[in-house]
């Protein structure tokens, strides 16, 4: 089964739903980046500029990444799900009703819980941060509970599809709904049920790494698989080695969490598991990345052409590296360089940034003129959003890298002695504050790659609001939804 | 494309591969909670035991029952008040060379004298010390001991010896003051006995006990400062009435539990665990830096965390390692300065200044650089304190015995080769 048979018979869809989430989305990721660089700077470049309660990086920071993750990135899925998972069904939404109301919950517990992280509301579990209540009102509750009734409309949409058979698309769809309901409860509410200390830290770090590894990347890679055969018009290489890749995702996720605790206060044979777990990412990866290629494999020249296919190819490579990072990096003698410094921070923007970020909005190329039947506004700022994005992730993530890396080697190598006094007298020698300063002008240029993005990416909204808002510029085109 | 017939009922058109797959997500992602999630807690006891009955009791006996603040009149002066219970803390009344101690014949028994040979007297009774009631059997002593000290050393002056007298309050509970640095307390562990065999916790039949020494009555007057209400302590004022009087408004006094509590709280709200981990790590460069300069600090262990309700092990070192810093960093001076301002304090550091983490000074003339610590300094304070402080009694090295990846064989073995 190919995506291209799909377009027979269209029965008429209703967007709204996808206009709900995918809109606000949009404004939300150009906040959020601008989160990300201010406090780049305030953080680091130029360090507590703006002091005071409510500005420091540590209350900023959950702020930044409370807008990329949730209000951005999910948000953004969640929209793009409903645009293409009715279309791979050929029925409509099970209820756009039921698609408003959600998103309506969706957007009236996000927004405040994210924005009142600096009058102290953290709840100091990583990607966990959400408060359980603001007030009185249990918004982490109700924001969960606008997750279940999405999952509902889903389900019930592939439920009553017309299409029998399944494409890959609609498998990671499903998953991920499964995967994220029981991650969510486990990671938000089952944390509670363990006794205290490092229980809960096992359960912590398993929804850590569960809420990249079976939320973004199936939601992502969905999108992938669904967008490139659209803009490329032509099939998936091979519906097998998709769900190959699908079913060792399943297998091999959710033991990895404590890949992130290596050397730390946590049982060996745990951490053990989770490395060799970690290994097995490979197979995964490499089918993803084989496949998306190799569907291009005859139509390269679209490459060039294609604003949307560039982002597309371009994050399945920058998935490429995130993977091929991630298992080695959990190795204990690899961790041991590479943990705890920016190398983690440059690993993390590279896939929620660089790989799902770039098909997210491949996507939205792809939505937002379909749904309001016009044509994109400016191909050419468009072109320039593509190249400033690429251009500005250099800068961006591989100072993270190279200056990690360095502090990371510093740490473990700067002392040395014949016997442990003079080990420790020469480590006490440089002190920990150096490494600091040795991550200034490394910091200094992630941050304006920071700034690069950020206009790439202002180009884009202004290019998406124009498209939405203003009267077509060209005669319209024939819009394949 | 073939379509699906529409008039089939709900589950009949999920067709059988779909169900398969749905169980077989549930059972992948099933095993796996329950051999990382759940197996860990009933396979190694380290995860939920505690290391030492000295972290069990400074949980359980000492933090609910040690009470800090600080009067709106001498808010430089942190006030630190014991709450003694009838039947559960122990108290030693222990003489040294400079304190002395008058007893009545019935209490004379709780009393270990200076230099006698018996092992140290604990008891659970609720007793106090206060100045003598009785000026001239003070007077009398200090008199002998000043003639004493001059037989002796002939040239010097005599040192201020100090006479208290002990008394039975007569309630079950009191409130007292003793010598304390405000992070550890005194702890026995071997060569002592305990008195009142028939008024006993069950934390008395640990093999170390803590206990408090030489505990005097709590007293405070109150008075009006610039139209404005206070209190101070005042060995001759009037003493506290209850537990509520102590915490109540005027006196806010929390206990130490309730700050650590609060510190955990304010270390999650302001970030801090976004740029400190909280862990010292099976290696070499972790357990010498957070070590001491002869001997390497122990590794984290699963149990230093148990009695926390969040925990912050951290995946980012922007600031340096916090796991030990209640070794490391003990002064309340220092954490004052440095949380007024990182910059000045340690030159070089990128930190924000947590100035919020202060109250102006009420007198408008603090000889002081830095703001009044408010009870949100006090609060991270005796949170960072808790950390690596309680992994083993103030009596033992903690180093010993706990250094896994035998770090000093592993520095100096690998050179000699």
């Known amino acids: 089964m190919t995506v291209s048979t799909t377009t027979s018979a269209q029965p008429t869809y209703n967007d709204t739903a996808v206009k709900w989430m995918v809109y606000p989305a949009i404004i939300f990721m150009i906040l959020g980046m601008f989160f990300g660089v201010f406090i780049a700077f305030n953080g680091l470049v130029f360090p507590d500029y703006f002091s005071g309660e409510y500005v420091h990086f540590g209350k900023v920071r959950p702020v930044h990444v409370g807008h990329v993750t949730l209000l951005w990135l999910l948000s953004a899925n969640v929209g793009l799900f409903y645009y293409f998972i009715p279309r791979l069904c050929g029925v409509p939404l099970w209820s756009t009703r039921l698609a408003i109301t959600s998103s309506i919950l969706w957007w009236a517990t996000l927004i405040p819980m994210v924005y009142s992280f600096p009058l102290g509301t953290n709840s100091g579990w990583e ?33 009553t599809r017309k299409f029998e058979k399944m494409y890959v698309s609609l498998w990671y769809t499903m998953g991920t709904m499964l995967w994220t309901t029981f991650t969510i409860l486990v990671g938000v509410w089952g944390i509670w049920l363990v006794p205290g200390g490092i229980s809960r830290v096992n359960v912590n770090f398993f929804y850590v790494h569960n809420l990249v590894g079976l939320i973004f990347t199936p939601m992502g ?73 190799s569907t291009l494999r005859q139509k390269w020249y679209l490459y060039n052409e294609s604003v949307p296919i560039r982002f597309i190819i371009m994050g399945v490579i920058f998935y490429l590296i995130t993977c091929v990072q991630g298992p080695l990096q959990a190795l204990r003698n690899v961790s041991e360089i590479t943990s705890k410094n920016d190398w983690i921070i440059g690993h993390s923007h590279i896939s929620l940034f660089a790989t799902f970020t770039f ?11 379909a749904i309001t039947k016009k044509p994109l506004w400016s191909q050419r700022l468009a072109s320039w959003h593509f190249n400033l994005s690429l251009l500005g992730s250099i800068p961006f993530i591989a100072p993270l890298w190279i200056g990690g890396f360095l502090r990371g080697m510093l740490w473990a190598t700067w002392a040395d002695g014949s016997t442990y006094a003079e080990y420790h007298a020469n480590l006490a020698a440089l002190p920990f504050i150096d490494t600091v300063a040795e991550m200034h002008y490394w910091w200094m240029t992630r941050a304006y790659g920071g700034l690069i993005i950020l206009f790439a990416n202002s180009i884009f909204v202004i290019n998406m609001y124009n498209t939405i808002l203003l009267p077509a510029r060209h005669a319209p085109q024939e819009v394949t939804a | 494309m073939t379509e699906a017939n529409n008039k089939k009922g709900f589950w009949q058109s999920f067709e059988l591969s779909a169900l398969v797959a749905i169980t077989g997500i549930i059972v992948l992602f099933s095993s796996a909670v329950i051999v990382t999630l759940i197996a860990p807690n009933f396979v190694d006891p380290t995860w939920t035991q505690p290391t030492t009955p000295y972290q069990v009791q400074m949980h359980e006996i000492s933090d609910p029952n040690f009470y800090i ?85 002939p040239k010097e002056t005599s040192p201020n010896f100090v006479i208290l007298e002990l008394f039975e309050p007569k309630e079950n509970e009191a409130f007292a ?63 506290i009435a209850s537990l509520e009087q102590l915490k109540g408004g005027d006196m806010g006094f929390r206990s130490r539990q309730e700050l650590i509590q609060i510190g955990e709280t304010i270390y999650a709200h302001e970030g801090c665990w976004y740029c400190h981990t909280d862990q010292t790590r099976t290696l070499v460069q972790d357990v010498v830096l957070n070590g001491s300069d002869s001997f390497p600090a122990p590794p984290s262990s699963p149990n230093e965390y148990i009695y926390n309700r969040i925990t912050f092990p951290g995946t980012h070192r922007i600031g340096p390692d916090l796991s030990r810093v209640g070794i490391k960093r003990p002064s309340r001076d220092w954490h004052r300065s440095h949380f007024w301002s990182p910059k000045t304090a340690s030159k070089g550091s990128i930190m924000p200044a947590f100035q919020h983490f202060f109250d102006e000074d009420p007198r408008g003339s603090s000889v002081r650089t830095t703001g009044i610590p408010n009870y949100k300094f006090e609060a991270i304070y005796q949170y960072l304190m808790t950390k690596g402080t309680r992994i083993t009694p103030p009596t033992q090295a903690w180093w010993l015995g706990k250094d896994p990846i035998n770090t000093i064989n592993l520095i100096e073995g690998a050179r000699s080769k």
């Open chain 1, 127 to 159: 990607y966990a941060e959400i408060p359980e209540f603001l007030g009185y009102i249990p918004t982490k509750a109700l924001f969960a509970f606008s997750w279940i009734l999405t999952v509902i409309n889903l389900t019930m949409t592939i439920a």
């Open chain 1, 221 to 293: 890679l969905a999108q992938a698989y669904y967008f490139l055969p659209k803009f490329a018009n032509t099939p998936i290489y091979s519906h097998k080695l998709s769900m190959i890749g699908f079913w060792t995702i399943a297998f091999t996720y959710a033991w990895i969490g404590s890949h992130h605790i290596l050397h730390g206060p946590i049982s060996q044979w745990l951490q053990t598991t989770a490395i060799v777990f970690s290994i097995w990412l490979f197979i995964p990866v490499w089918s993803v990345v084989y496949n998306l290629f």
């Open chain 1, 359 to 369: 098909f997210a909005i491949a996507g939205i190329y792809w939505v937002i003129p």
């Open chain 2, 69 to 153: 603040s600080s009067s709106p009149i001498q808010p430089e002066e942190i006030q630190a008040v014991y709450h003694l219970k009838n039947g559960f803390t122990l108290l030693a009344f222990q003489e040294s060379y400079t304190t002395r101690i008058l007893a009545s014949k019935e209490l004379e028994k709780y009393v270990t004298r200076y230099q006698s040979s018996t092992p140290l007297k604990l008891t659970s009774k609720v007793l106090l010390l206060r100045p003598p009631a009785d000026k001239s059997k003070a007077d009398a002593l200090q008199k002998e001991l000043n003639e004493e000290w001059k037989k002796s050393n």
């Open chain 2, 177 to 239: 003051v003793a010598p304390t640095d405000g992070v550890l307390e005194d702890w026995v562990d071997e060569n002592f006995v305990i008195l009142d065999k028939n008024n006993q916790h069950s934390y008395h039949n640990d093999p170390g006990v803590i206990f408090i020494n030489n505990p005097l009555e709590y007293k405070v007057q109150y008075i009006t400062y610039f139209g404005k209400k206070g209190w101070l302590y005042d060995p001759a004022g009037e003493p």
